[in-house]
């Protein structure tokens, strides 16, 4: 347990900050659900892999290798199935829809867990700044080619980051997606977690009367190798503070299990989770209008990027 824990208490979930993985999901046997996971070999993607396999999962691990994901798989046991999903290649998005849909497994829940985080230069892949294609675009491909195999109550969850937050003052540049105009290592970073959120309200709104739902949510600060593109500085002040004033990995992996599979968030859609509760996102993150043209204009880059 992280030191902030044992000052910080439980909320009307009957979960809180020191809440684990392991804690959300006690109890619970996830034996017959399949769930697709993806970042499954790192960080606190591979604890979610680790604790919904141990509850009895099947879980599609997804990484940007299908080596990563078997080797991720290996270490944590369970009934898992590697699979490839390098989120900047539509290509490799796609053929990993087309291996579940060929599964004909039904979804209990998608959790879209990978991203990158602060890259200090602008990169572009399709033209388009790096995070917010890998963070956002990659995961919207994944999962509105999903829809159709998503269970009757199979929940899409989406791991943000109260650094959207931090995202440009008015919201996703709709007009700066190359990042040319302009670019902020922490900045796009924070406007590719925005999208996140409109993406998982959009979705929300999609699926209303269909049972199944949308979920945004901040896992907390966790020392994982997300910090990779900061400064040596930083980082090594990361690694000395991070047991102190961080959440740990299992903590960090709890609001995403709880919202994938507690039978309490069963029906709740369009919210923002932090600690395994319902939290409040950005002014931005509420914008029901920017939800509607984020939709509009990832789907225009979809079709841009696949034709
Ligand atoms: N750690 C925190 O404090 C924190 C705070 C707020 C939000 N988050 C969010 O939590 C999520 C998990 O982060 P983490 O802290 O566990 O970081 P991590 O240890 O760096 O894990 C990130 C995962 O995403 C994968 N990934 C990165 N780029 C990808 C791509 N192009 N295609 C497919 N997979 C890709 C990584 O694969 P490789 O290992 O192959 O690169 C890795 O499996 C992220 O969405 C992050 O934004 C984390």
């Known amino acids: 347990m992280s030191l902030l824990a044992t000052f910080k208490?439980?909320?009307?979930?009957?979960?809180?900050?020191?809440?684990?993985?392991?804690?959300?999901?006690?109890?619970?046997?996830?034996?017959?659900?399949?769930?697709?996971l993806t970042g499954c070999n790192s960080g606190i993607g591979k604890e979610t892999l680790r604790v919904l396999a141990?509850?009895?999962?099947?879980?599609?691990?997804?990484?940007?290798?299908?080596?990563?994901?078997?080797?991720?798989?290996?270490?944590?046991?369970?009934?898992?199935t590697p699979v490839a999903?390098?989120?900047?290649?539509?290509?490799?998005?796609?053929?990993?829809?087309?291996?579940?849909?060929?599964s004909g497994l039904p979804l209990?829940?998608?959790?879209?867990?990978?991203?990158?985080?602060?890259?200090?230069t602008l990169n572009q892949k399709h033209g388009y700044e790096l995070q917010f294609f890998t963070n956002h675009i990659g995961h919207f491909i994944?999962?509105?080619?999903?829809?159709?195999?998503?269970?009757?109550?199979?929940?899409?969850?989406?791991?943000?980051?109260?650094?959207?937050?931090?995202?440009?003052?008015?919201?996703?540049?709709?007009?700066?997606?190359?990042g040319e105009r302009e670019y902020g290592a922490w900045a796009n970073y924070g406007q590719s977690k925005l999208a996140n959120v409109l993406f998982a309200n959009g979705?929300?709104?999609?699926?209303?009367?269909?049972?199944?739902?949308?979920?945004?949510?901040?896992?907390?600060?966790?020392?994982?190798?997300?910090?990779?593109?900061m400064n040596p500085i930083a980082r090594g002040a990361i690694a000395i503070a991070g047991p102190l004033v961080l959440k740990s990995i299992g903590e960090g992996a709890a609001t995403q299990c709880y919202l994938?599979?507690?039978p309490s968030v069963e029906g709740v859609a369009g919210k923002y989770f932090s600690d395994s509760n319902v939290g409040r996102?950005?002014?931005?993150?509420?914008?029901?209008?920017?939800a509607a043209k984020l939709w509009d204009v990832s789907e225009q880059i979809v079709a841009e990027v696949t034709a």
């Open 108 to 120: 209990g829940a998608i959790i879209c867990n990978a991203g990158i985080m602060a890259l200090p």
């Open 203 to 229: 979705l929300a709104k999609r699926l209303e009367g269909t049972g199944k739902t949308a979920n945004s949510l901040h896992p907390g600060v966790i020392h994982t190798n997300l910090s990779r593109s």
């Open 54 to 80: 141990k509850r009895g999962a099947h879980v599609i691990a997804a990484a940007r290798t299908v080596e990563k994901a078997q080797s991720a798989c290996d270490e944590v046991g369970g009934e898992t």
């Open 260 to 262: 994938a599979v507690h």
């Open 142 to 178: 994944l999962v509105t080619s999903l829809l159709d195999s998503l269970a009757d109550q199979g929940r899409v969850v989406m791991v943000s980051s109260d650094a959207h937050n931090g995202a440009p003052r008015e919201g996703i540049q709709f007009d700066n997606l190359t």
């Open 9 to 36: 208490g439980k909320g009307p979930s009957g979960f809180g900050y020191g809440s684990t993985a392991e804690d959300v999901t006690s109890g619970l046997d996830l034996s017959g659900r399949t769930i697709l």
């Open 85 to 102: 999903c390098e989120l900047s290649e539509p290509a490799s998005v796609q053929a990993c829809a087309a291996q579940v849909i060929e």
């Open 281 to 290: 996102s950005s002014r931005h993150g509420r914008d029901e209008e920017m």
